[in-house]
T-cell receptor, first 114, second 115 residues
Framework: AQSVAQPEDQVNVAEGNPLTVKCTYS??????LFWYVQYPNRGLQFLLK????DNLVKGSYGFEAEFNKSQTSFHLKKPSALVSDSALYFC????????????WGAGTKLIIKP | DVKVTQSSRYLVKRTGEKVFLECVQD?????MFWYRQDPGLGLRLIYF???????EKGDIPEGYSVSREKKERFSLILESASTNQTSMYLC??????????????FGDGTRLSIL
């Protein structure tokens, strides 16, 4: 069965330190992978996606993600965290059985402490 | 920028009521989606639509129906609201794109409480 796992419910990072939010997936075929961010009382905003090509993908707000096919991972990273990065982060992968549907991880709450 | 507008940010209804949640997008997107979001469960797809008057069930369609009479508007209907439908409801839209690699654009959500 196709699935997405975000193994950490919460990640705590000091401001200025690098951050990583983990995502692993299980799909058949070549995955399309996405990261979204949700600020309090708001909808989700698209951050970045991996479709094909370079394994390091750059996105909005200084975030990047590394696709690792052998480890079936797509971890979100940022070199220097800001307090304003505190939010809920979701990883998603396209459902290969459908043209439109995404399979979503449960979300990881990122807390950046001053 | 794509704008997806949900008619209400907060809504309080009573058990047994028929509830309508409205969503409008301004980018002529073919695909629209309704999700519910509950803590620890991520997003679960209720219904989606890939064209006017077309709809497909998602993972949790029970107790819900949808309507898409115009391309820009996608409505979610709770036929007889129950307390277990208290949740955050999110609407999204997207174009099919090439191999469906286009991101979904979300509204700000409707936090629905059923008393």
């Amino acid at each position: 069965a196709q699935s997405v796992a975000q193994p950490e419910d919460q990640v705590n990072v000091a401001e200025g330190n690098p951050l990583t939010v983990k995502c692993t997936y299980s799909v058949s075929g070549n995955p399309y992978l996405f990261w979204y961010v949700q600020y309090p009382n708001r909808g989700l905003q698209f951050l970045l996606k991996y479709i094909t090509g370079d394994n390091l993908v750059k996105g909005s707000y200084g975030f990047e993600a590394e696709f690792n096919k052998s480890q079936t991972s797509f971890h979100l990273k940022k070199p220097s965290a800001l307090v304003s990065d505190s939010a809920l982060y979701f990883c998603a992968v396209r459902d290969m059985g459908s043209n439109y549907q995404l399979i979503w991880g449960a979300g990881t709450k990122l807390i950046i402490k001053p | 920028d794509v704008k997806v507008t949900q008619s209400s940010r907060y809504l309080v209804k009573r058990t047994g009521e028929k509830v309508f949640l409205e969503c409008v997008q301004d980018m002529d997107h073919e695909n629209m989606f309704w999700y519910r979001q509950d803590p620890g469960l991520g997003l679960r797809l209720i219904y989606f639509s890939y064209d006017v008057k077309m709809k497909e069930k998602g993972d949790i369609p029970e107790g819900y129906s949808v309507s898409r009479e115009k391309k820009e508007r996608f409505s979610l209907i709770l036929e007889s609201a129950s307390t277990n439908q208290t949740s955050m409801y999110l609407c999204a839209s997207t174009t099919p794109g090439q191999g469906s690699n286009q991101p979904q654009h979300f509204g700000d959500g409707t936090r629905l409480s059923i008393l």
